[in-house]
């Protein structure tokens, strides 16, 4: 068992893993900008986010430390394990920056201007809660595989599906089922013409409501799927529905 691991310094502008972590001590050192200290250090800058605080603004923990930590790249093997089981290619995981720290895989939220407005942390260890999100209200944020505006996209629950989706055309997941009056404006915003909604199996009832809140805004069609989600599904699958 390895008892030093290798990791992104979230302190500073590496890239390539300088920072060490001795799991023995619990202590790490940064060789390229001498950060050191005891305890995990992705667990020193997220000790930071007060979680029971709201954030003041909209685009939260954009600080160097944190984006540190949403660049790590440097995964483990329950990370990897995850990772495959999603199905997902190792160009997503860089393009989307999905970054390990504190036993979650995290996942942030960017706007069109790279600003992180939002996150989710999935476990990686079974808990029995499986995601511990951003310390602030998700009413008005949804997760886009694209950027600006496109013709197109198809609307989903979750950021995995969309992701998945997004091999095949523009994707835009809800972080949910519900879809809110300010998640709706920021579809219509960013989609210029049509609408494909696709939700998972069990949310039958919810696209239906999906489907009568956007189409007097937009040309909207609506695939109902009779099991699974779309993040369970082929390319190929996905080309048949939507394309």
């Known amino acids: 068992m390895a ?16 920072l060490y972590y001795s799991v023995e001590k619990k202590v790490y050192h940064c060789h390229k900008c001498g950060a050191s200290g005891r305890g995990r250090p ?11 605080k709201e954030p003041a603004s909209d685009v939260i923990w954009s600080s160097p430390k944190l984006s540190g930590i ?13 990772l495959k089981s ?15 720290a504190f036993d979650r895989l995290f996942i942030p939220v960017y706007n069109d201007d790279g600003d992180m407005i939002y996150w989710l942390g999935r476990t990686l260890t079974g808990e029995k809660i499986k995601y511990k999100n951003a310390p602030r ?39 949910g089922k519900e879809l809110t009056e300010e998640k709706s404006k920021k579809i219509i915003d960013n989609v210029s013409r049509e609408i494909i909604i696709m ?25 109902c799927l009779a099991h699974g989600d779309p993040g369970e599904m082929s390319v190929e699958e996905l080309e048949r529905r939507l394309l």
């Open 3 to 18: 008892t030093e691991v290798k990791m992104i310094c979230p302190y500073c502008d590496d890239e390539t893993g300088h």
């Open 42 to 52: 992705d667990a020193e800058v997220l000790r930071e986010i007060d979680v029971d």
């Open 70 to 82: 949403f660049s790590n790249t440097i995964m483990g093997k329950k990370a990897r394990r995850f």
């Open 86 to 100: 999603k199905g997902l290619y190792k160009s997503e995981v860089k393009r989307y920056r999905l970054g390990v």
């Open 137 to 175: 209200p998700a009413t008005d944020i949804i997760f886009k595989t694209f950027k600006g505006k496109v013709d197109k996209a198809e609307v989903c629950e979750g950021i995995f599906d969309a992701v998945r989706i997004a091999r095949v055309m523009p994707a835009v997941a809800l972080l």
């Open 199 to 223: 939700l998972d199996s069990d949310a039958i009832r919810h696209s239906f409501k999906l489907y009568d809140k956007l189409r007097g805004y937009r040309h909207v069609t609506l695939r």
